[in-house]
T-cell receptor, first 118, second 113 residues
């Protein structure tokens, strides 16, 4: 149980285009979803926290107009990287927390999405 | 206040040896301390977690030791195996709903056979 999926697993796009990444909690309803970014050989840096039906809370330094987060349901959150540039190339990882039938304090992570912007 | 400091950055251990990774936190409001294991190109997976009312927790070959007064906690991997070679992250958060994990910088463990 407590499986989180991400789609796509990897994406290559041209500079200036927008890319959407989906995060789904497959077997539980998550009250909160988080988006992290990880550069090679570095730690996970929290980008934003989102609750279903509410606006996401972005961490300091994260451009909310560039990284659009939509949390449409208790099982789906999307991250859209708008007007992507090469410096946005990274590993994006979502996680889900809370809800019934899972450990309330555990953050369950997805497998990540590798974004390469050319 | 929000930092979690992790050491060492990298660790090489012989097969069968004990791997020890240490973390320290600053925010006394944190009350949940997990360890995650991450393989290259994959998302992190929860290994083991502890709350501050317990000084030690063991699950198989993995043990967390927690020192509340020193604001430190550590991961011990007993009988380390080549399959344990991965990056390990300590983290901390509040258990309440809606709060995110703050991660340490990670430790790359290599277990030589």
């Amino acid at each position: 149980g407590a499986v989180v999926s991400q789609h796509p697993s990897r994406v290559i796009c041209k500079s200036g285009t927008s890319v959407k990444i989906e995060c789904r909690s497959l077997d539980f309803q998550a009250t909160t979803m988080f988006w992290y970014r990880q550069f090679p050989k570095q730690s996970l840096m929290l980008m934003a926290t989102s609750n279903e039906g509410s606006k996401a809370t972005y961490e300091q330094g994260v451009e909310k107009d560039k990284f659009l987060i939509n949390h449409a349901s208790l099982t789906l959150s999307t991250l859209t990287v708008t007007s992507a540039h090469p410096e946005d190339s990274s590993f994006y990882i979502c996680s889900a927390k809370g809800g019934l039938a899972v450990n309330q304090e555990t953050q369950y992570f997805g497998p990540g999405t590798r974004l390469l912007v050319l | 206040q929000q930092q979690v400091k992790q050491s060492p950055q990298s660790l090489i251990v012989q097969k069968g040896g004990i791997s020890i990774i240490n973390c320290a936190y600053e925010n006394t409001a944190f009350d949940y301390f997990p360890w995650y294991q991450q393989f290259p190109g994959k998302g992190p997976a929860l290994l083991i977690a502890i709350r501050p009312d317990v000084s030690e927790k063991k699950e198989g070959r993995f043990t967390i030791s927690f020192n509340k007064s020193a604001k430190q906690f550590s991961l011990h991997i007993m009988d380390s195996q080549p399959g344990d070679s991965a990056t390990y992250f300590c983290a901390a958060s509040k258990r309440q709903a809606g709060t995110a994990l703050i991660f340490g910088k990670g430790t790359t463990l290599s277990v030589s056979s």
